[in-house]
């Protein structure tokens, strides 16, 4: 008897995951990862904060396991709402904010994907050009079709704000829009607050729906509440937003899986029942989510001396990732490059886009040991003052004739 | 812009502005989850002497949920260890707990194992592992309808369907017995489409306790075989049944045997008492190394868009207790302890209601495997039970005997014999034998 799965093919690498895989299997010394978003000091090494380690000090061994609400820990929801909406947010106030928590980002943007498809199955998903690869994975699984939108301006390395104003006045009134809050991933380009203001605007005229990706709060900036600034203009203009928030990158939690999925209700009622429908959907997804990371977050946002060493914390992380954005650029233009490097300041967030093209990037790795995604994506929070120079002097030997 | 909606009238916030209705205005509030929903009741009855016997959470004689000591220690060492960070998984999750847990459910000689036949992918918990797994199938697997038996753990249709299976079901417990329905079990299972998907529970069935013998599990396999039926295992209670972990995993073990290809959903919730960490692998044993590998490419796929990768706490916790020769006798004793309470309390109520005089034959609570009873009480019974006698249970009659108290006993028993007695004597003729 032959096997039931013949007919089933190698599935093909993550474009994202497999580049550190192929990192991980290349014996050179010189190696270069600036591939995954995964942030490292300026010793390359991962960071566990302070504050995280702290948290976990005082949790370990001392609290039972038992199962989470299918809503998560509350406690934890109910600060990680503060961060977005504003810790004096009228909607948290009068509990107009159906708000669950989820499998960081992912899950978070999986869940609404869900619940977009069984409330309103004959909508479509506007997602912009480019975003995160696996956020076209999401909505495919969720069987919601997409739609792409203008973004990225590649001539210019910036916004095509043109572009996406047209698109956005464009699609049928009532469309669903997929928005990177801060920090785009993965072109560090975002709107200016006026072109924010217009955007908010031009989505109430159409009745647009706002859901917002915030996996970088606290990282582009080094201020949570700058960060948000998006998400804020947009609730001043009386949209019913949703809104994905992870604690990957800005509390490094990374594998603990921990982040939250809300939206914004026209009342307290409707917020329950919204709530109980995501909880619907994440039953038969895996029950409960897991409570270790969940702990973390809350025990830190709760105690004040713990939150104020996180902010410092997140501030140092972001600082360091402007100040390797500055110093990349000065080496390339001390190096003579024929190009301009104004976006590598311009952009913020953990990406840089390069603007090198997949030859490029193929050289890079092949030739220099370097790791990055072939989109020409390179992730800052990878760069330190120890390979600064050998990556500026291996990107300047790709373009040099380009 | 001005509306004239009439839904405008409701909202006084300033800043709701435009709009004036939620794209989600139409929801309905869902129903309040059958199982998680009777803890909730539970938590709002001010009654002193409620007793919650609902959710399969295991509770010490106290009724205070445990940590084992193994798993404290477990998470010491990762605490004290600073060099230990927090970076993501890949996306199948901790090879080292993988290649445990393959270890564990198949055996450290498994054939299987030792070629590469076994791909194995880190879950959360055995929902998780059931909801991976039953998309991989819908995918990939030419005859994606599963039979579930009859009756199931409440979940496994919903989570199943979700994955986009389709979902029939297949005989299994017998009320007049309070034992194996074997006969309509073949007799379903061969009428079945060749090929279809066959959940089986492992060990200790959920909710009726009642598993088939050595022998009955031979003659299932076989006839699996003769259909092509693919075997998808739930083994959420390896080592909660009989108190040993090698003994409870026989069934699979047997169907792996001799090239058998299947499925298997893996928890620690239970085993471990990692309940709220989600730790659990899927398995999938394959006919060839090759095909392994190509299915783990495939389940991959399935992940990513629904977490990216799973949760690193509660799998490291595991894999430290795994890998370490002491701290693994050290949790199957204590894995045993809590069994054999378990088996102490069915004895204890056993006991109790024959001190009643409690009408009907009682013993398939002793004879039943597992965390739970399957009493044979109606919903209306159990309903009478928790509004005169403040006793939470599932309506099936399930009762969770992993978080009852020697001292809850007498007043649990009060209830059953109340119920039984009270309330119509059709009833009192299905219990008797």
């Known amino acids: 008897m032959s096997s039931w799965w013949r007919s089933v093919d190698p599935a093909p690498k993550d474009p994202i995951l497999g580049v550190t895989e192929a990192f991980l299997a290349d014996s050179s010394p010189n190696k270069v990862n600036v591939g995954v978003g995964a942030y490292r000091d300026d010793n390359g090494k991962p960071v566990v904060l302070e504050c995280v380690r702290e948290a976990e000090r005082r949790i370990a061994g001392n609290l039972n396991m038992e199962y989470l609400p299918m809503g998560g820990s509350v406690k934890m929801v109910e600060e990680t709402l503060k961060l977005s909406y504003g810790e004096k947010s009228e909607f948290i106030r009068d509990k107009r904010i159906a708000a669950v928590q989820s499998l960081s980002g992912t899950g978070a943007c999986r869940l609404f994907a869900d619940f977009q498809k069984r409330f309103h199955p004959d909508s479509q998903i506007h997602i912009p050009v480019p975003t995160w690869a696996n956020h076209h994975n999401i909505w495919r699984d969720a069987q919601v079709p997409q739609r792409t939108f203008h973004y990225y301006h590649p001539e210019s390395r910036g916004l095509d704000f043109a572009g996406l104003m047209d698109d956005i006045k464009n699609a049928p009134n009532g469309s669903f829009f997929l928005l990177h809050a801060c920090a785009h991933n993965p072109t560090g380009v975002d709107p200016s607050e006026e072109q924010w203001r217009e955007i908010s605007h031009q989505f109430k005229a159409k009745g647009h729906f706002p859901f917002f990706d915030m996996a970088y709060q606290g990282f582009a900036s080094g201020d949570p509440e700058r960060d948000a600034k998006s998400i804020r203009i947009f609730l001043e203009d009386g949209h019913l937003v949703g809104i994905a928030q992870s604690y990957a990158k800005n509390m490094g939690l990374y594998g603990q899986r921990v982040g939250c999925l809300s939206v914004l209700c026209e009342d307290e009622k409707q917020a329950m029942a919204v709530k109980s429908q995501l909880q619907l959907l994440a039953r038969p997804m895996y029950s409960n989510p897991p409570v270790h990371g969940a702990l973390i977050v809350s025990t830190i946002l709760s105690d004040p001396g713990l939150k104020k060493l996180w902010l410092k914390e997140v501030k140092v992380m972001a600082d360091r990732i ?81 | 812009m001005d509306s004239l909606h009439p839904n405008d009238a409701i909202l006084a916030s300033p800043t709701s502005g435009l709009h004036a209705d939620s794209v989600f205005a139409h929801l309905h509030r869902a129903p309040e989850d059958p199982i998680l929903g009777v803890t909730v009741a539970y938590n709002k009855d001010p009654s002193p002497v409620k007793v919650n016997v609902g959710v399969g959470s295991y509770r010490t004689d106290e009724g205070k949920p445990l940590v084992l000591n193994v798993v404290r220690q477990a998470e010491q060492k990762l605490v004290n260890d600073r060099s230990r960070v927090k970076e993501y998984l890949p996306i199948v999750g901790l090879a080292e707990f993988n290649k445990l ?97 066959v959940l089986l529970h492992a060990c200790a069935h959920n909710p009726t306790g009642v598993d088939p013998t050595i022998q009955q599990w031979d003659q299932i396999r076989q006839l699996m075989r003769s259909k092509e039926l693919l075997p998808f295992f739930d083994n959420a209670y390896q080592g909660f049944a009989s108190g040993d972990l090698d003994a409870d995993a026989e069934s699979v073990r047997m169907f792996a045997a001799n090239g058998g290809e299947c499925l298997v959903a893996q928890s620690y919730a239970k085993n471990m008492g990692l309940y709220g960490e989600r730790v659990g692998a899927l398995s999938i044993v394959c006919k060839t190394a090759d095909v392994a590998s190509r299915v783990e490419s495939q389940l991959k796929l399935v992940i990513r868009p629904m977490y990216s990768v799973p949760p690193i706490h509660g799998a490291s916790i595991a894999a430290t207790i795994l890998k370490d020769r002491d701290m693994y006798n050290e949790w199957t004793i204590e894995l045993k302890a809590m069994a054999d309470r378990i088996i102490s309390m069915r004895q204890q109520l056993f006991d109790a209601l024959r001190a009643r005089g409690t009408p009907g034959d009682w013993s398939h609570v002793i004879k039943q495997i597992g965390m739970f009873t399957f009493t044979g009480l109606n919903s209306e019974q159990v309903a009478f039970m928790t509004r005169e006698y403040h006793i939470y249970m599932t309506s099936d009659g399930r009762i969770s005997m992993a978080s009852l108290t020697s001292k809850a006993v007498p007043h649990l028993a009060d209830a059953i014999h109340a119920a039984v007695t009270m309330l119509s004597e059709s009833v009192t003729s299905r219990v008797s034998s």
Not at chain 2, 144 to 160: A, D, E, F, R, S
Not at chain 2, 164 to 178: H, Q
Request: with cysteine; proline share 5%; glycine share 12%.
């Open chain 1, 322 to 402: 402007i100040g390797m954005r500055t110093a990349l650029r000065e080496n390339l233009e001390k190096m003579g490059s024929p190009l301009s490097w104004e976006h590598i300041t311009n952009q913020i967030g953990m990406f840089c886009y390069s603007g090198l093209a997949p030859e490029q990037v193929d050289r890079l790795t092949s030739e220099f040991h370097i790791y990055l995604t072939r989109n020409g994506r390179i992730s800052m929070a990878g760069v330190t003052t120890g390979n600064i120079g050998y990556l500026a002097n291996a990107i300047h030997e790709v373009t040099k004739s380009a």
């Open chain 2, 101 to 197: 847990s393959a270890k564990l459910l198949l055996g450290a000689d498994s054939p299987a194992i030792r070629e590469n036949r076994v791909t194995t992918v880190q879950c959360l918990s055995g929902t998780g592992s059931l909801r991976v797994g039953g998309e991989f199938l819908a995918r990939h697997y030419h005859q994606p309808t599963i039979y579930i038996p009859q009756p199931t753990w409440g979940y496994h249709p919903k989570v199943l369907a979700g994955a986009g299976l389709s979902v029939k079901t297949y005989r299994y417990y017998d009320p007049a017995t309070r034992g194996l329905n074997f006969q309509g079990l073949l007799e379903d299972l061969g009428s079945a489409p060749s090929g279809a998907i």
